[in-house]
């Protein structure tokens, strides 16, 4: 069964814009909990990119500061990351994450391909 599943990726030009999307299921979905992004390149580990807790407090990977927003919408049990000016270094499988009952869920994966 499927617990996250992440949208809103694809191909764009540099200084472009894209909005990702992170479904929960209901199974799994707290608002207490904090869901972050993250990203992996090819070749690269996966890194963090943004988080946002319960409470609404959120961070940031510094590359990311001042062009990237994450949010959540608690009614409907899902995640956005707004990606704004968006770079070739950008180009990544983008995953959300969050974590329920001490276990650890990850979504499928969108790409996120920037052109120069």
């Known amino acids: 069964q499927v617990q996250l599943v992440e949208s809103g990726g694809g191909l764009v030009q540099a200084g472009g814009s894209l909005r990702l999307s992170c479904v929960a299921s209901?199974?799994?979905?707290?608002?207490?909990?904090?869901m972050g992004w993250y990203r992996q390149a090819p070749g690269k580990q996966r890194d963090l990119v943004a988080r946002i807790f319960g409470g609404g407090s959120t961070d940031y990977a510094d590359s990311v500061k001042g062009r990237f927003t994450i949010s959540r919408d608690n009614a409907k049990s899902t995640m956005y990351l707004q990606m704004n000016s968006l770079k070739p270094e950008d180009t990544a499988v983008y995953y959300c994450r969050t974590q329920s009952f001490g276990l650890t869920y990850w979504g499928q994966g969108t790409q996120v391909t920037v052109s120069s």
């Open positions: 209901q199974r799994i979905f707290n608002i207490n909990n904090a």
